[in-house]
């Protein structure tokens, strides 16, 4: 089976702008989780999306948004964005989300300068 | 919320062995444990779910404290492969998949020759 993908693997964008990230679940995976990691934050979860709907959504800004399509399919979306956004964006598809395992794609850089 | 991980940090020889815990301040549905290498995705190693159900790897042995709200990663004769972050993700969610993971800080983990 082909592994989680993400697109594009690295991104630079100015303050202001927005940004637009993909992700590719594992066939059969319905449940996909956005997970945003920093250095000084670790992993901190976005959001998760199970069969086109939202579920969960952490404690993020609404400038931070995410959909997802019916063929699981997932983006999420950056608008107006500020220097501390930039970090390493993991998307985790999961058969359904926990308590099943999630399997991360390899992220996406995002540098906002 | 976030669950604490102890140590932060370790450093071992080849074959030595490790011990990483996870607590949690709320009661767990599931806990999951992942490690991260330098500049790559988690990769899923274990879920431990109430009730007692253990699924992952073989060569890796976590247990589940369920009372407590703790969970421990053991790494027995450890190799250099085993290097990395290891974090732990909650499940707070009762009643099945609800989707998403609170992650730990993480245990950086090196092992020396």
């Known amino acids: 089976k082909a592994g989680v993908t993400q697109t594009p693997r690295y991104l630079i964008k100015t303050r202001g702008q927005q940004v637009t990230l993909s992700c590719s679940p594992i066939?059969?995976?319905?449940?996909v989780s956005w997970y945003q990691q920093t250095p000084g934050q670790g992993l901190q979860f976005l959001f998760e999306y199970f069969s086109e709907t939202q579920r969960n959504k952490g404690n993020f800004p609404g400038r931070f948004s995410g959909r997802q399509f019916s063929n699981s399919r997932s983006e999420m979306n950056v608008s107006t964005l500020e220097l501390g956004d930039s970090a390493l964006y993991l998307c985790?598809?999961?058969?359904?989300?926990?308590?099943?395992?999630?399997?991360f794609g390899p992220g996406t850089r995002l540098t906002v300068t | 919320q976030q669950p604490v991980q102890s140590p932060q940090a370790v450093i071992l020889r080849e074959g030595e062995d490790a011990v990483i815990n996870c607590s949690s301040s709320?009661?767990?549905?599931?806990v999951h444990w992942y490690r991260q290498k330098h500049g790559e995705a988690p990769v899923f190693l274990m879920i431990l779910l109430k009730g007692g159900e253990q699924k992952g790897h073989e060569k890796i042995s976590a247990s589940f404290n369920e009372k407590k709200q703790q969970s421990s990663l053991y790494l027995t004769a450890s190799q250099l492969s085993y290097s990395g972050t290891y974090f732990c993700g909650t499940d707070l969610n009762y009643g099945g998949s609800q989707g998403n993971l609170i992650f730990g800080k993480g245990t950086k983990l090196s092992v020396k020759p």
């Open positions: 066939s059969g995976h319905r449940s």
């Open positions: 985790a598809s999961s058969f359904q989300g926990a308590p099943y395992e999630q399997y």
């Open positions: 709320k009661a767990l549905y599931s």
